[in-house]
């Protein structure tokens, strides 16, 4: 090679290193910047797809759309994109949904406290999950008082806990929680608890040390740092990339931040609405610091900024409404799962796209679901002896402010005298982190899984005095005055086992059912329960679209104008059961009409009657009373001079949809027709007098 050759042989390496400099670290940060997650939109658009589950309480493991769970409570998903669910209830196990569709059993079996492989392992009402960098999953082991982990094998080893309710700090082996609820796991390996029903924050180190980090004796609302910090029933957390821990304080209604330095204070959320946060249990942070948040009390999924402007992403309609979104985990895509313990199913979320129809979702538990095995007892005594009905699924009920039409009535009221002990009726596990409320006041209650016990005095004689302090516990505030009766997620109770006593309300209303799901609880079958009496209908009357009575008459027929931009009809009902007192009114179980030409039969289109009302499944919106009660409507507890059901036919109540409608009298031409309603009871009586209003379309 020539000098010259050399000369242009350097010259060119040079050039190259030269533009290696510049291109390279271009290079790079154009990957490094194609790798970054992409940032979380707020205010998505979300649809709900289900992953698992086919809404029937059980235990059954294939294919994720047959599978079945029984409390499928917290949710994680690995970094394979499977996802593992704490199915509590009576599976107590840790189930895997798998990316080929199929959800296998990891570890548990019967109920218990057992470390070991596999179906040799036994939790105790399984809760909260957490996955670490090596996929081990931790448990917050509810029943069990404890902290267990799970290796990717399915060996299950304890962490922290004894297996004993109480509280304690130190090694792990010595450390006491009362029913932890919530856990997540920080970068370091260090484990932090919410320790439910201790009302505290607590870390586990990774050589097995337990510490408290905030919250104090009693529940309370106060911020603050370390022990002068208030929580009241937090239930889930969630670790961010600066160590700040986010955690759902349930019965506060508030997301609660907890920093390094151990000071707590409130996530202020914008509009600061009263419905903005009611009561959150399960929490999911994104990588940028959008927080998903779980509502028990409403069914909604709630994403929320780091400033508190919040948004609802999946639950403003009943359509999309859980039963109680108890766990939610993100996969690497930043899309959300949703383990709804109410409805026994497992969901995913991911952008809805405008251009495509979205596909029907199944929410809720599945129709196919078995009735709690009651054996036709009564929540009184005799439990196999008559008991009077007083209030029926779906009835109008008020408040004490001079509202009528304040809610609907949610279940069945069987009439008790006040002070006789309130028994269980079915074999039942308490399966909500907030299993009883409302102590001291009329609405006092306890859920023990699907059914509720409502106007009592929770876990107390009419004298107030304990009845079984094993399992209520009767919390008192700092100046020693009574202030909560907490009843522990995993709580057992069996067939006649005595739940409180019956308070000034002199009844026990019976729920049956997840919340915005009730069932007619007259289905359960009770001993010597009859109902044979026809309901009765006592006026059909018409209104315009302007809310006005019409009450003009020709030949004994009701004048209605054909150019009114539409009818509604109310009817007066109501109905009777046997051996009830006679001034004893009911509510119906379904109304609806139809129309007929004067001849009797019927016009095209109302060929079968439109039942529209029908208290088959409870709506959770707050107007549906008004969507399915006029306005003279109410009962004489809330100020009626009398019980009134006056249901507004041509608007639509049932199966959880509600929709105002009217009938359009313009489509039909001039001449004489007549309104025909069908008034039915749930034992199938149908009311045969008084259905009938003839009319005139002018």
Known sequence: MTRRSWLWLAVSLTCAALVATFVIPIRRDALTTAMKPAATPFGWDAQLSLSAGDGVLGLRDGQ?????????????????????????????????????????????????????????????????????????????????????????????TTVAGTGVGGFRDGPGAQAQFSGPIGVAVDTAGRIFVADTYNDRIRMIQPDGQVSTLAGGEFPGYQDGVGSAARFDTPTA??????????????????????????????????????????????????????????????????????????????????????????????????????????????????????????????????????????????????????HEVVGTLGEVRGNYDGESRDHLHGGLDIRGDAGAQVLAIADAKVSSPSGAWGLGELGEGIALDTISYIHMRVGRTAKGEMIDPGRFHLLHDEAGKPERMRVLRGTRFKVGDVLGTINGMAHVHLSVGANGYERNAVALGFTQYADAQPPRVDSIRLFDAMAQPLTQKQRGRVLVPRDALGVQIIVDAWDQVDRNLPRRRLGLHA???????????????????????????????SEAVKIAYGPDSGITVHGSAITRFQYVVTNTVRDGTLLTGYWQPGELPAGDYTVRITARDYSGNVASTGRDLPLTLQ
Do not use: C
């Open 237 to 386: 957390l969630a670790v961010d990339a600066d160590g700040v821990i986010w955690i759902a304080d349930t019965r506060n209604n508030a997301i609660r931040r907890l920093t390094p330095a151990g000071e707590v204070t409130t996530l202020r959320t914008i509009p600061q609405d009263l419905y903005a946060m009611r009561r959150p249990i399960s929490l999911a942070l994104t990588r940028d610091g959008f927080l998903y948040v779980g509502e028990m009390a409403s069914g909604r999924v709630l994403q929320l900024s780091r400033g508190g402007a919040w948004h609802v992403l999946t639950g403003n309609t009943q359509g999309e409404r859980m039963a109680r979104p108890a766990g939610l985990a993100l996969d690497a895509d930043g899309m959300l799962h949703v383990a709804d313990a109410g409805s026994y199913r497992v969901y995913r979320t991911a952008p809805r796209d405008t251009h495509v129809e979205p596909m029907p979702v199944a929410m809720g538990p599945s129709e196919h679901n078995l009735l709690p095995d009651t054996g036709g007892r009564w929540p009184l005594r005799p439990q196999l002896g008559w």
């Open 591 to 621: 109304v609806g009409y139809q129309v007929l030409h004067s001849d009797g039969s019927p016009l095209p289109g109302f060929e079968a009657p439109l039942m529209n009302i029908q208290f088959n499944r409870m709506p959770a919106d």
């Open 64 to 156: 994720a759309l047959q599978a079945r769970f029984a409390d499928p409570y917290g949710v994680a998903v690995g970094a394979d994109g499977s996802v593992y669910v704490a199915d509590a209830g009576d599976n107590n196990r840790i189930r895997r949904i798998g990316r080929d569709g199929m959800v296998s059993t990891l570890a548990g079996s019967a109920e218990g406290f057992v470390d070991g492989a596999g179906v040799a392992a036994r939790f105790d009402t399984p809760s909260g999950l957490a996955l670490d960098r090596a996929g081990n999953l931790y448990v917050a082991d509810t029943g069990n008082h404890a902290i267990r982990k799970v290796s990717p094998q399915g060996v299950v």
